[in-house]
């Protein structure tokens, strides 16, 4: 199972909205309403921001999304703060029963 | 409040065996799935494998990387998740995480365990 692919990198400036692709195939990404979305901070466990394409656990700002256009999922952070900075991961279940990530991406706030 | 927190990690020569426990608080541990993740250092996550409750049968998937290696078991009445890791490699190194899995989603992680593999 390949890696999902994500940018390596992203950047935009306070207030400004991004947007973090991830590309897969019909046997996951495209198949299943099954990807989700993690940050990870330098040193730091990751942590759920997004499950299920659009759903956010509770206690997530709603400045984040998910969306999902056939083998492409999106992660989109509206109104960019200094915290959002950190690295963001894609995950999704595949049709072998098993889970693939992306590479990640690494979001700068400039 | 969910707690998980992995031990176990170390530094291990190549083609020697280790075992990480992840132990469980703050939930009804027999009720989810329990998955490990790792992240090898300055690179992604890697997704390790998990395992099924035991209304799903306790069953397991693994990673083509470690399948026949490694193995994922579960003490539901310690609400302790083990990762039994055999023939390591040194591409085996990286920080282990266990994570509280249901519906698909990993919702919750622990800190993370270092596995070192080294001569």
């Known amino acids: 199972q390949s890696a999902l692919t994500q940018p390596a990198s992203v950047s935009g400036s306070p207030g400004q909205s991004i947007t973090i692709s991830c590309t897969g195939t019909s046997s996951d990404v495209g198949g299943y309403n099954r990807v989700s979305w993690y940050q990870q901070h330098p040193g730091k466990a990751p942590k759920l921001m997004i499950f299920?394409?659009?759903n956010r656990p509770s206690g997530v700002s709603n400045r984040f999304s998910g969306s999902k256009s056939g083998n492409t999922a999106s992660l989109t952070i509206s109104g960019l703060q200094a915290e959002d900075e950190a690295d963001y991961y894609c995950s999704s279940y595949t049709s072998s029963s098993t889970v693939v990530f992306g590479g990640g991406t690494k979001l700068t706030v400039l | 409040e969910v707690q998980l927190v992995e031990s176990g990690g170390g530094l291990v020569q190549p083609g020697r065996s280790l075992r990480l426990s992840c132990t469980a608080s703050?939930?009804?541990?027999?009720?989810?799935?329990m998955s490990w993740i790792r992240q090898a250092p300055g690179k992604g996550l890697e997704w390790v494998g998990f395992?099924?409750?035991?209304?799903?049968?306790?069953?397991?998937e693994y990673a083509a990387s470690v399948k026949g290696r490694f193995a994922i078991s579960r003490d539901d009445s310690k609400s302790i998740a083990y990762l039994q890791m055999n023939s390591l490699k040194t591409e085996d190194t990286a920080v282990y995480y266990c994570?509280?899995?249901?519906?698909?989603?990993?919702?919750?992680w622990g800190q993370g365990t270092l596995v070192t593999v080294s001569s």
């Open positions: 395992i099924r409750n035991e209304a799903y049968g306790g069953t397991t």
């Open positions: 299920d394409v659009s």
């Open positions: 994570t509280r899995r249901r519906d698909y989603v990993d919702h919750y």
């Open positions: 703050g939930f009804t541990f027999g009720d989810y799935a």
